[in-house]
């Protein structure tokens, strides 16, 4: 089985922190994403990546950037978090073939910022 | 713009029922379409997915999708109480390679009460 991990499931910060999330995959996928989920706005997406040191912004990227160093490794990271940066983050991967919408979600990280 | 909408709920259904899951979109050069379920403090995860107009069936599913009227659909048929999960509706990105990049609806609570 697929598996995506998020490094915290909970997490809470201050405003004007910078912010790291970490997520690992294990399946080798290429495509790597993270979006947002809040009540009545569905997931957002922020950032993708589809190689190594590769990254597009998605819908709302403002705020946020993105590291990706090792294939495995998809990191976002709020530069000086802020209170509507409240959310829940989740990361996702997916291979780079036909069927790339498939994405595997991690268990997402609940960032309070305070 | 890029945007999926999807019909505003809660659904409620009993159990035995169908329920009809609906969602539209604003970019006529979408491909690829597809239903995501979450369920309450869980991740989503892809139950279906369809590329041509018509229908798709797979078990007590069946995605029905109408390029002309940019409207896509989710049929659950004898619907049961373990099918009550959040019903997210995704988008590929219009023309060449998406990467697996998804536009995804707010979402649809089902609930199925016995």
């Known amino acids: 089985d697929v598996k995506v991990t998020q490094s915290s499931r909970y997490l809470v910060k201050r405003t004007g922190e910078k912010v790291f999330l970490e997520c690992v995959q294990d399946?080798?996928?290429?495509?790597m994403f993270w979006y947002r989920q809040d009540p009545g706005l569905g997931l957002r997406l922020i950032y993708f990546?589809?190689?190594?040191?590769?990254?597009e912004k998605g819908d709302i990227p403002e705020g946020y950037s993105v590291s990706r160093e090792k294939k495995e490794r998809f990191s976002l990271i709020l530069e000086s978090a802020s209170t509507n940066q409240t959310s829940m983050y989740l990361c996702?991967?997916?291979?780079?073939?036909?069927?790339?919408?498939?994405?595997?979600f991690g268990s997402g990280t609940q960032l309070s910022v305070l | 713009q890029k945007e999926v909408e999807q019909n505003s709920g809660p659904l409620s259904v009993p159990e035995g029922a169908i329920a009809s899951l609906n969602c539209t979109y604003s970019?006529?050069?979408?491909?690829?379409f597809f239903w995501y379920r979450q369920y309450s403090g869980k991740s989503p995860e892809l139950i279906m997915f369809?590329?041509?107009?018509g229908d798709k069936e797979d078990g007590r599913f069946t995605a029905q999708l109408n390029k002309a009227s940019q409207y896509v659909s989710l049929l659950i048929r004898d619907s049961q109480p373990s099918d009550s999960a959040t019903y997210l509706c995704?988008?590929?990105?219009?023309?060449?390679?998406?990467?697996?990049?998804?536009?995804f609806g707010q979402g649809t609570i089902l609930t199925v009460h016995p």
């Open positions: 996702a991967s997916s291979l780079q073939d036909r069927f790339n919408e498939k994405l595997f």
């Open positions: 369809i590329y041509s107009n």
């Open positions: 399946m080798d996928h290429e495509n």
């Open positions: 995704a988008v590929s990105a219009a023309g060449g390679t998406s990467y697996g990049k998804l536009t």
């Open positions: 990546s589809y190689d190594v040191k590769m990254k």
């Open positions: 970019d006529r050069g979408s491909q690829s």
